[in-house]
């Protein structure tokens, strides 16, 4: 069904109309959705690019197919037969998109001397409907608990329980195997990506320890609050042996002694050391290996994707799980589930305000002043639970509301939409860490040291889309020595914890910007006036 077509030579009143048509059309085919500001950003870049590439002599047509529950929208113009989307240039808006997860997945023919670029933009499920799907799998979970519990113990034992537990081994296999590569390509990107922050200079450079900084503060705060509940032994470790021993054979255990063994003995904090490794020495060698580093994206793309279709069967995955643990009635320890909420939600409450202190002490403004502005983008978080959709205004906030410089903006924004979640990483740590004490007692410290450190780079390498998280557990259980059995009951607590963490990172990451602008002099001092004490 056709529910767009326009044609007119590309000028920016072009773009700009034909942009919010798309957004517009996105919109009622989600009626009460999302906004589509994802839908603007790939449509306006797609075509900024044709204009780019085949100039503005022809006029160029813009199509929308609504089919097969996606959007198609076909853009074509005459020209030279060169891809739009594969041209080089120094924009770096696109590259952006990349980073995002937005990047289009499009396909490119020639026709008759007229390029034809295709994207489409598949219409996700209503609102919620994942988390009534995993409402759903539970409550089938303790109705097979129940029915099985009636039938006579030799079947219970002997045929059903077996038969549940394998197939939930076989799909937690399938989690597993994609998750290491998943991982691996995300790390390495995320290491080249670095080199468009020391392009930056100094100022990108000071924006990531900043964030680096307040992902060690999420780590400290995740231990603080858990140490009082028992989960660690601190004096020794679980085997008996000293501390201090155990972190440096831990550090030591960590480097690969080859670049294959890992893989071949799933060792994932070996991987993840060697895509850190890897992803540096390409970052040095910078365009040289740009083929190489086009591949891997590419790669990245294709696990990402692989990862995603396995996904969809999460319901069935926690029905599984969840049911293997009632048939096995191994109901000891899930009341310490509550735990895992708790450590979230404090620690994040608790990193929120260290953050709004050292902002506070930083700019000298009111909270009122930093709260009204940041209103409408947390809103916007709040209801789409994804800093992408909330984007534009969280720009708007920080450019127009805060002042800031538009290049650091443009540039540090984008950057932290990706790499900052440290209230992911403490939601991910408190998993590993209580999920690991009710399969197996009391972690040591040198188990404590590994989870921390797992989680802040599994936090990081998530693709910033909702329900990453259940695409990093894997890795994080593997990696953390965690029973898989458990990743149900992780499941179903990060699919509602989960919801709110993108809205308060990107309310601190528009703090953390506010601060780094605020000490390199890039930004309007006269828009935040700094409170003056009473009496001068």
Known sequence: MLVMREKAILTNETIAEWTEKAQKVYKESMRKGKPGYEVLLGVEETLLRFRDCYGTEKECTIKCYKRHNALHFDIAQQGSHINPLAHEDPDVSYDILVRLGLKPHYSYAVSNS??????????????????????????????????????????????????????????SDIFAALATPLVFFAVMNGIIGIGDVYSFGKI?????????????????????????????????????????????????????????????????????????????????????????????????DLFNNMMRLVCKTLPIFVYLGLSNIILGRRFEGIPKVSLIVFISLVGAAIVIGITIIRTLVTTRCSLKQLFSAQLPSLMINLTTSSQVSALPESMKCCKEKFGIDSKLVDFGLPLGVVIYMPNGAIMLGALAWVLTVMSGGPVDVTTLVKIAFVATVIAIAAPPIPGSAFAVMPILFSACGTDLSMMPLAVIVASTVGYFLPAINGYCLQLELLMTAWKSDMVDKGILKPQRKTGQ
Not at 127 to 146: E, Y
Not at 148 to 156: A, K, Q
Not at 245 to 274: C, G, H, K
């Open 204 to 300: 990108g450079v000071r924006l990531l320890k900043r964030m680096l900084f307040t992902y060690l503060i999420a780590m400290v705060v995740m231990v603080s609050l858990g140490l009082p509940f028992g989960l660690v032994r601190v004096n020794a470790s679980a085997s008996g042996g000293n501390a201090s021993a155990q972190l440096i054979t831990l550090v030591l255990d960590i480097i690969p002694s080859n670049l294959v063994e890992p893989f071949r003995i799933d060792n994932d904090l070996q991987v993840i050391v060697l895509a850190i490794f890897v992803g540096f020495v390409m970052l040095l060698m910078g365009k040289r290996i740009s083929r190489v580093r086009e591949i891997c994206s590419e790669l990245s």
């Open 114 to 171: 007229v390029n034809h670029v295709t994207v489409p933009v598949q219409l996700p499920p209503r609102k919620n409907a994942l988390f009534l799907h995993l409402i759903l799998s539970v409550l089938l979970a303790f109705l097979t608990g129940w029915i099985v519990s009636l039938l006579p113990p030799e079947i219970r034992e002997s045929y059903i329980q077996p038969a549940y537990s394998e197939v939930f081994k076989k799909l």
